[in-house]
């Protein structure tokens, strides 16, 4: 970010938009840890930047997930951020809410409160999108692992699969502006 509106990244058909893109990365962690499966699926999507509007595409997207056994999952991805001119915004925390209180996880280097200047900006430690420098390094390294034979992938192409699945079915149910239900895995 940013790419201008001609980027495939902007196209439905072609990048997702920001459901997938980003969203896809939320789902597959809800299910890995509410250990369980995806029921119903509510999705809300707003085009709120002129690229997002031109491809008729979302660029802010909201997720409400029903899993089995009563748990809920609640995901908001977004571009619509306005950008420090070095690069994109990248802010992520997780909330766990439970009957006895709730827990917070924000990395050290994302910072809990942003800046409004001219633009937004949120300071960061560096411009990696990641709370710590080794994560893609160690993601890459267990591919070439397996890709080589040398180890068993951490998820299989269904775990993906499901995840894909679902950023769709948040897409299809904000375009029909009624939660839906998650048909499972269809191969």
């Known amino acids: 970010m940013p790419f201008p509106e001609t980027a495939?990244?902007?196209k439905p058909n072609k990048g997702g938009g920001v459901a997938i893109d980003l969203g896809v990365h939320v789902t597959d962690f809800l299910r890995w840890y509410f250990e369980s499966e995806p029921v119903k699926i509510l999705g809300i999507g707003k085009a709120i930047r002129k690229e997002a509007k031109v491809n008729g595409t979302y660029d802010h997207f909201?997720?409400?997930?029903?899993?089995?056994?009563g748990k809920t999952g609640l995901a908001e991805v977004s571009w619509a951020y306005s950008y420090p001119a070095r690069y994109?915004?990248?802010y992520h925390?997780?909330?766990?809410?439970?009957?006895?209180?709730?827990?917070?996880?924000?990395?050290?280097d994302t910072p809990v409160v942003g800046v409004v200047k001219s633009h937004f900006e949120m300071p960061r430690?560096?411009?990696?999108?990641?709370?710590?420098?080794?994560?893609?390094?160690?993601?890459?390294?267990?591919?070439?692992?397996v890709i080589m034979g040398e180890e068993e992938p951490s998820i299989t192409a269904?775990?993906?699969?499901?995840?894909?699945?679902m950023a769709e079915t948040a897409i299809e149910s904000a375009k029909k502006e009624?939660?839906?239900e998650f048909k499972g895995v269809v191969e």
Do not use: C
């Not at 909201?62 to 056994?69: T, V």
């Not at 925390?93 to 050290?108: A, E, F, Q, S, V």
């Not at 269904?158 to 699945?165: E, G, T, W, Y």
């Open 158 to 165: 269904k775990d993906a699969l499901i995840a894909l699945q």
């Open 125 to 145: 430690f560096s411009p990696l999108l990641s709370a710590f420098p080794e994560a893609f390094e160690t993601e890459l390294r267990h591919f070439f692992r």
């Open 178 to 180: 009624e939660p839906l």
């Open 88 to 90: 994109g915004v990248f």
């Open 8 to 10: 495939w990244y902007w």
């Open 62 to 69: 909201l997720m409400m997930i029903q899993f089995e056994g």
């Open 93 to 108: 925390h997780l909330d766990i809410l439970g009957k006895n209180g709730r827990i917070r996880y924000t990395p050290l």
